[in-house]
């Protein structure tokens, strides 16, 4: 029987609306007791001292890369990148080669993940069979198999009657579909949001449209269908909108918003000077929908924060603006970036903080975790919110360096990240 005595730390959770010093006891991989003092001189003794105890951190949107893309990123990387930016479980995507379209693809890369013993990987599994959003993928085998959700992301699920079709069979499982909202023919091709900023820098704009068109069409569906709809990476105020419109309706719809899309604008590119660091997709949009996603997060139309964490080699990054792949890592920024965004310039509170980034996202989808009610599995994530550090990517556990936050002093770091009670990366403290 194993034991973990959490002393002298802040517990913070939101499911029980804890934010005070108590002691944390884990026994066997789950939460035991929390009092304000416990006496157990069998359990090992972790000093939290200074740090914040929270429930573990959840990343629903994750690009593992593994099978097919090794070179970017493999299970093992991403995971370890994972605990090393405060995250106790990660959703992968299915944009793999093979696609995870299938139960075969499903149970390898939750073997790797096993084999990796870092965070805890979720699959999602493909919609449509090889993402050519034709027909369905064998979405019941790979439910059974262990997938989490379903999702074309990369792509958006173009055609209405597939949509309306998955969103029915998801039912059966109990799980999302997950969709990557923009219309192809508005997006055209382009590389950057559609603006003052792209005129000036002659880049082929995505509108904003594309994004709202594709929610507006998918929240609709949702309510013919009765099924579960997250909407991915939201980063314009009308896509918002609809999501708070269906939400109004009783439908059966969430969001999640990135880090940058918080944290940077599409001034971003023409102050880079076209670093393809700072382009991704959905892109980075303007002032006004920035605004619009930041009173999202702060009067709760935004359900959970997700990093969307697209590792690419640095020979692909290096390429011209137009030519780069779409996508950053974020999965050891995303926790400092958010913190020192949110908390300490927009006064967020810290328990809605947390739960953006546990509770809520292990909530939509259904998982274990999200909380440190007695039984639940110890997934912890210990914060650090005094730590100033400076983003450095020679430093990270991913394989890639793709970031636009290199070099940034931002405040509030993991220190620790506990996976079924065991001490799985820690920061060294200085």
């Known amino acids: 029987m194993s034991r973990l005595l959490i002393k002298h730390g802040r517990v913070v959770d939101p499911t029980q609306r804890l934010d005070e010093g108590l002691w944390v006891l884990v026994v066997d991989g789950k939460v035991a007791r929390l009092a304000e003092r416990i006496d157990d001189r069998d359990a090992e003794v972790l000093d939290a001292t200074g740090l914040v105890v ?4 959840v990343d629903v949107h994750t690009h593992l890369r593994e099978p097919g893309f090794e070179y970017k990123e493999t299970v093992a990387t991403g995971s370890a990148a994972a605990v090393a930016g405060g995250f106790t479980a990660v959703c ?9 379209d299938n139960a075969a693809v499903t149970e390898f890369i939750r073997g790797r993940a096993v084999a990796a013993g870092l965070a805890r990987v979720y699959p999602i599994g493909a919609v449509s ?3 050519q959003g034709e027909e369905l993928a064998e979405m019941g085998e790979m439910a059974r198999a262990g997938a989490v959700a379903f999702s074309d992301d990369g792509k958006p699920v173009h055609n209405a009657y597939l949509m309306r079709r998955a969103l029915e069979y998801a039912q059966l499982f109990g799980v999302p579909v997950v969709d990557h909202c923009e219309e192809p023919s508005l ?3 382009g590389v950057m949001h559609e603006g003052a900023v792209a005129t000036r820098l002659g880049l082929r704009g995505i509108p904003a449209a594309s994004e709202e068109v594709m929610v507006a069409r998918d929240v609709v569906l949702a309510e013919l269908t009765g099924g579960r709809l997250h909407v991915a990476h939201v980063s314009t105020s009308g896509g918002l909108d609809r999501v708070r419109e269906g939400k109004a309706k009783g439908i059966a719809v969430t969001c999640e918003v990135t880090p940058h899309h918080l944290a940077l604008t599409d001034q971003a590119v ?4 076209y670093d393809t660091d700072t382009k991704m997709n959905p892109p980075l949009r303007s002032p006004d929908h920035v605004a619009a996603l930041l009173q999202g997060v702060q009067d709760g139309a935004v359900d959970c924060l997700a990093t969307d964490h697209a590792p690419h080699h640095a020979d692909e990054k290096v390429l011209e603006f137009d030519l780069a792949p779409f996508g950053i890592v974020g999965l050891e920024t995303a926790v400092p970036v958010t913190y020192d965004l949110l908390v300490r310039r927009h006064k967020l509170p810290l328990r809605m903080f947390i739960a953006l980034w546990s509770s809520n996202p292990a909530r939509v989808f259904g998982l274990p975790g999200g909380s440190l009610k007695v039984g639940s599995p110890a997934d912890i994530t210990l914060l650090d919110l005094e730590a100033r550090l400076t983003v450095n990517p020679d430093r990270f556990r991913s394989l890639s360096r793709n970031t636009p936050f290199a070099g940034q002093r931002l405040k509030g770091w993991p220190a620790a990240t506990l996976v079924g009670g065991k001490a799985v990366w820690r920061r060294e403290r200085r």
């Open 54 to 57: 929270a429930p573990g951190f």
């Open 270 to 273: 023409a102050d880079s000077e």
């Open 187 to 189: 997006a055209a091709k």
């Open 129 to 131: 069979k090889g993402l």
């Open 92 to 100: 992968c995507m299915p944009n793999t080669q093979p696609v995870n």
